[in-house]
């Protein structure tokens, strides 16, 4: 998940250009995600490979990478797990709320509960892919954050190891 300030950057530089048009609905390809019933947008040239935010009517949106769904669709599941995950788990709807009322640095506020909603929307996404019987996705998703090794997975992110250790602790229990 990136925070919405910074989708919502990503979707105007990636799909429109005027100012007004995030009044309008994302011009994008969906794809159908078996995880949640969440609109789910395809972008060719997304700089993330997932991320979850809500459109210009506060409806919950994901977003996924293009390449990603074509190269590697196993990865694109468990981020689409993940995604939803970060919905349901009501992490996104939270840091809309809280962006909308801090100042100034609104990320200094926000950077320490970014790690701990990393880390359960991965588990929940185990969860669901456990239930779905897919454990091929599980694995990507793990094998993924495990080639980042001690570095963050993104800014204010766990590490990959972090990450690969607690996708493997919570496929492991019932
Ligand atoms: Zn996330």
Known sequence: ????????????????????????????????????????????????????????????????????????RAYANFLMAHECCHHTLGHVANVHRRLGQLGPQPFFYIAPQLKGMELEADCCAVRMLKFKNEPESIEAGRLAMSQFGSSPTGAHYPTGDERADNIAACAAKD
Not at 22 to 44: K, S
Not at 45 to 58: I, N, P, Y
């Open 1 to 72: 998940m990136r925070l919405p300030v910074l989708l919502i950057a990503a979707v105007v530089s990636a799909c429109v250009s005027s100012s007004d048009a995030l009044a309008r609905p994302i011009w994008a390809p969906t794809i159908d995600n078996p995880y949640c019933a969440i609109t789910t947008f395809v972008l060719p040239d997304l700089s993330e490979q997932a991320m979850s935010t809500v459109d210009a009517d506060e409806r919950p949106v994901i977003v996924i990478n293009g390449l990603t769904v074509r190269q590697t």
